[in-house]
Structure formats: C-alpha cells, structure tokens
C-alpha cells in the first residue's frame, strides 16, 4: 500500500526567508503532484513531476522530484504572507487514484 | 476556476439521512474521482469512474455510492449518514492517465 509523509506538518516562517517542505513515498511512482489549499477551498494545482530529475518553478515555489530516493522537496525562496496555505504532495498510484500526503500548513509571518 | 462544478456547496443534515452530491467534469473529461477531506482521516480516494464504468476504488464505505451517468457528471450518494461522515467531499475530473483536477467541493455537515 502506497503511503506518502510529508514533514513538516506545520510551518511558521518570516517574510523572507527559505524554507523546504519534504514528501516522501514508499513505493515505485514517477508521477507526483503539488497542490496549494486555502481554507475551505478547493486544491489548486501547483506542479505536476513527471519523470526523475524534474524540476519546476512558478514564482517563489520550486519543485523537484528523485524517484529513486522516493522524494519530493517545495522550496520556498523569500516567503512573503501571501503564500500561507495548505500544501499537499500527492503520488499518483497505478494511474487511477491519488494518494495524499497529511498537508504541510505554513504560515507565514510578516 | 478548474472547470469542474459542484453542487450544492453546502449540506447541513441530520444522522440518519440520505444525500446526493453532484458533480459535472470539466469538458471532454472521461475520469471523475470522489475524495473525501475531514479532519482525522486527510484528504482520502473514494472511488474513480471512467466513462461510466467504475474503474478504480478506495476507502469508500458500504453506505456510499456513486454512479457516471452518460451525460459524464457524477453523483455520489451517502446513507446512513453519521455524524463522522461531516467532511468536505471533492470531486476531480481528467483526461486518462493525466493530471486531475478538483471542484470547489460540497461540505456536508451531519448533526
């Protein structure tokens, strides 16, 4: 059974600063998805990673994903307040159903 | 805006009852998927139909249902309801294979 962590669980951080969120997963899968909550809102997609090695960037997001350590990183470069949410990693699982990680909430301070 | 439309957006009812959640798929979308968001469990797979035919199935419980209709849209239908059963329900649509993409969602709230 496929299953996805993502830590940290919580993010509080100052405007400006780096940080990392991690996604792990334990089994074989080279389709991964980041997506971006609001509260009560609905998943806005971020990034999709199809292939080891892949890298993409959209403003100050950055993501990336090695298949073979079963690892996703969402850097976040000068955080600014508008970026706090609800992030999620998700591993798509045999091409029919998207397993989610438990959500990384940032929060960031100005 | 995703291009995937729910309704209603809200759901207040009591334990016991029975109710329809609906879902239209973006255009040309063959694939809807049913989630489930609640506090305890996570964001959690329900069910996938693709065309129609059920093509894929998670953590759904006996006491749900859900059907494709010709037309594409989906309904999702809970009985039994339980006050643990209050969440927020997704539905996703996609082309085969490719990424998803998610309605505003219904939020069913069980007293």
């Known amino acids: 059974e496929l299953k996805v962590e993502q830590n940290p669980l919580f993010l509080s951080m100052q405007e400006g600063k780096n940080y990392t969120i991690y996604c792990n997963y334990s089994?074989?899968?080279?389709?991964l998805y980041w997506y971006r909550q609001d509260p009560g809102k609905s998943l806005e997609s971020l990034f999709v990673?199809?292939?080891?090695?892949a890298v993409k960037q959209e403003g100050r997001l950055m993501a990336s994903l090695d298949t073979k350590a079963r690892l996703s990183t969402l850097h976040i470069t000068a955080a600014v307040h508008d970026l706090s949410a609800t992030y999620f990693c998700?591993?798509?699982?045999?091409?029919?159903?998207?397993?989610f990680g438990a959500g990384t909430i940032l929060r960031v301070k100005s | 805006d995703s291009g995937v439309t729910q309704t209603p957006k809200h759901l207040i009812t009591a334990t016991g009852q029975r109710v329809t959640l609906r879902c239209s798929p973006r255009?040309?979308?063959?694939?809807v998927y049913w989630y489930q968001q609640s506090l305890d469990q996570g964001l959690q797979f329900l069910i996938q139909y693709y065309n129609g035919e059920e093509r894929a199935k998670g953590n759904i419980l006996e006491r749900f249902s859900a059907q494709q209709f010709p037309d594409l849209h989906s309904e999702l239908n809970l009985s039994s309801l339980e006050l643990g059963d209050s969440a927020l329900y997704f539905c996703?649509?996609?082309?085969?294979?490719?990424?998803?993409?998610f309605g505003p969602g219904t939020r069913l709230t069980v007293t």
């Open positions: 996703a649509s996609s082309p085969e294979g490719y990424e998803q993409y």
């Open positions: 089994t074989t899968s080279d389709r």
């Open positions: 255009s040309g979308d063959l694939s």
């Open positions: 990673l199809l292939s080891n090695g």
């Open positions: 998700a591993v798509d699982e045999d091409g029919n159903k998207l397993v």
